[in-house]
């Protein structure tokens, strides 16, 4: 069946450093991926998605390539602020028309001005 | 335009009670999801249901249970309820099948179930 990886937190950054978040999976034919946000508090946003191999999904300054030969699709930002500070899901659509989404494990982002 | 509401926010009850926690999907919806975050254990899918019809359910016990009502709401039940169930129960919404295709989750911002 789908499953999801991802690096296990909390990840500690400075304001403006460079953020990486790794998320590999594994499923049966050509699932979609997905990056969601839960902020403190709050349920999940969508925060990106690719639907096909190669397909970069973007928003808010974050970005995420679905790598379909090293089965990743790891979360990328260039300059993080503190508002960024939150929880950040990786999940897959299962195969076989169940629109269930399969979640990693979740990273806590914790930025420091 | 209203995002999707969950009642109530918070809900409390002891060991071997039942639970019943709601949802309302965002206006043009059918389909209707729900998840579970426990502690240690992740974000885990529950049930789906579109146009009132259970279309999957995940790897939990049969006193996990739900409906959807007509107007596409939908009802989560968890009866004898252990300590092991308390968790954020989260409901999402998306266009359902009839629109031939699977479309974005829109998540509310849960119920937090506390056993006792």
């Known amino acids: 069946g789908n499953s999801v990886t991802q690096m296990e937190g909390p990840v500690t950054l400075s304001e403006e450093a460079f953020l990486t978040i790794n998320c590999t999976y594994t499923a049966t034919g050509y699932p979609s991926l997905f990056w969601y946000v839960q902020y403190p508090g709050e349920g999940l946003q969508l925060l990106l998605k690719?639907?096909?191999?190669?397909d970069k999904g973007s928003n808010k300054g974050f970005e995420a390539t679905y790598r379909k030969e090293t089965t990743s699709f790891h979360l990328e930002k260039g300059s993080v602020q503190v508002s960024d500070s939150a929880v950040y899901f990786c999940a897959n659509r299962a195969s076989g028309g169940y629109n269930k989404l399969i979640f990693g494990a979740g990273t806590r982002l914790a930025v420091h001005p | 335009e209203a995002g999707v509401t969950q009642s109530p926010t918070h809900l409390i009850k002891t060991r071997g009670q039942q639970a019943t926690l709601r949802c309302s999907p965002i206006s043009g919806h059918t389909s209707v999801y729900w998840y579970q975050q426990a502690l240690g254990l992740g974000l885990q899918f529950l049930l789906w249901y579109d146009e009132g019809e259970e279309r999957n359910r995940g790897n939990f016990p049969p006193r996990f249970s739900g409906r959807q009502f007509p107007n596409y709401s939908s009802e989560l039940n968890v009866n004898a309820l252990e300590l092991e169930d308390s968790a954020l129960y989260l409901c999402?919404?998306?266009?359902?099948?009839?629109?031939?295709?699977?479309?974005?989750?829109?998540f509310g911002p849960g119920t937090r179930l506390t056993v006792l």
């Open positions: 690719a639907t096909k191999a190669d």
């Open positions: 999402a919404s998306s266009g359902g099948l009839a629109g031939g295709q699977f479309n974005e989750q829109f």
